[in-house]
């Protein structure tokens, strides 16, 4: 079992930046880590994800302007999130995945805000 805990998000204003933490209470080196969001009246989607082997991929969204990446020593992933819009405002989720079988852990959320 791995609790999962977002901070970093707030309010800031179109064109900045923020940085995403997700702290896990256990090893988290055999896990698929990822980011999802989720805006008022809208799915759930994916914006990133890494592997164990530490490869990413990400929503088209926000390829160029977000960064996943991931400390298994620390047991800490994080989202860095750059050149934000308003469109980048939802609550952030961070989604660990165990493969086999198939268990997924989620934090609380934390909430981005990007005003303009």
């Known amino acids: 079992q791995v609790q999962l805990v977002e901070s970093g998000g707030g309010l800031v204003q179109a064109g900045g930046s923020l940085r995403l933490s997700c702290a896990a209470s256990?090893?988290?080196?055999?896990?698929?880590m990822a980011w999802y969001r989720q805006a008022p009246g809208k799915q759930r989607e994916l914006v990133a994800s890494i592997s164990a082997g530490e490869n990413t991929s990400y929503e088209d969204s926000v390829k160029g302007r977000f960064t996943i990446s991931r400390d298994n020593v620390k047991r800490m992933v994080y989202l860095q999130m750059n050149s934000l819009s308003r469109e980048d405002t939802a609550v952030y989720y961070c989604?660990?995945?165990?493969?086999?079988?198939?268990?997924?852990?989620w934090g609380q959320g934390t909430q981005v805000t990007v005003s303009s």
């Open positions: 256990g090893s988290i080196v055999n896990f698929k």
């Open positions: 989604n660990a995945q165990w493969r086999i079988p198939q268990t997924d852990y």
